[in-house]
């Protein structure tokens, strides 16, 4: 059984600060990883994928993977209170079918 | 990016009745469209794989004859939830893949989504 475990917080982190969300996955074959984000009501949009090892930067947001650990995880830089949402990990277990982690809830202090 | 768009956003009935909703891609090409199901406070959960002019692959669980989909055309996939029951409510998004061959979930959009609730 795949499965992808998140914290389901909440998260609090002050405006400004650097909010540092993770997820572990049990599938050592996954090779690519989703981060998206959801506010309350809406669907998911995404944020970001890695497949490498290492850090991939874009924007405030940095992802970040570690293979050998089974962890990939989402740095927001200058979180702002427009950041509040629900984050959700992702992993493919077949071509675009995607196994979700049950979501990390931020919440950006002003 | 592309844009997948859901109708009706929400849908309230009443226990018994059955509810379409659809999910369509505007602008582009999906052979593949994907219907999710999302509780309160609870992650997605994938409750099958619409396939245009073929039958609907569904996940563990998942009853195929109360939840049918028709995915008829490359741009509309159709969820009907069949004698819903309050059990039923909650919030059902759909998806729909660009290209084939690609890495998955990044070439994946989603629709706004469609809260039914039944009394």
């Known amino acids: 059984q795949k499965e992808v475990e998140q914290n389901s917080g909440p998260l609090s982190v002050p405006e400004g600060a650097i909010a540092s969300l993770n997820c572990t996955y049990s599938d050592r074959g996954s090779q690519s990883f989703f981060w998206y984000r959801q506010y309350s009501g809406k669907s998911p949009e995404l944020i970001m994928f890695?497949?490498?090892?290492g850090d991939k930067e874009d924007g405030r947001f940095t992802a970040q993977l570690n293979k050998a650990s089974q962890y990939v995880s989402l740095l927001i830089r200058d979180s702002q209170p427009s950041d509040s949402a629900t984050y959700l990990c992702?992993?493919?277990?077949?071509?675009?079918?995607?196994?979700f982690g049950s979501g990390t809830r931020l919440l950006v202090r002003p | 990016g592309a844009v997948v768009s859901q109708h009706p956003s929400w849908v309230i009935c009443k226990s018994g009745t059955s509810v379409k909703i659809e999910c369509r891609s505007l602008?582009?090409?999906?052979?593949?469209m994907f219907w999710y199901r999302q509780f309160p406070k609870q992650s997605l959960m994938l409750m099958a794989t619409?396939?245009?002019?073929?039958?609907?692959?569904?996940e563990q669980g998942v009853e195929k004859d109360k939840f049918l989909i028709n995915h008829a055309s490359l741009t509309l996939s159709t969820l009907t939830v069949t004698s819903a029951h309050p059990e039923d409510s909650s919030f059902y998004i759909c998806s729909a893949s660009q290209t084939s061959g690609g890495q998955g979930g990044g070439e994946l959009f989603f629709g706004e989504g469609s809260r039914l609730t039944v009394l």
């Open positions: 992702a992993v493919p277990y077949s071509s675009y079918k995607l196994i």
């Open positions: 619409s396939n245009e002019g073929s039958k609907a692959t569904y």
């Open positions: 602008d582009f090409q999906a052979t593949t």
């Open positions: 890695i497949y490498s090892n």
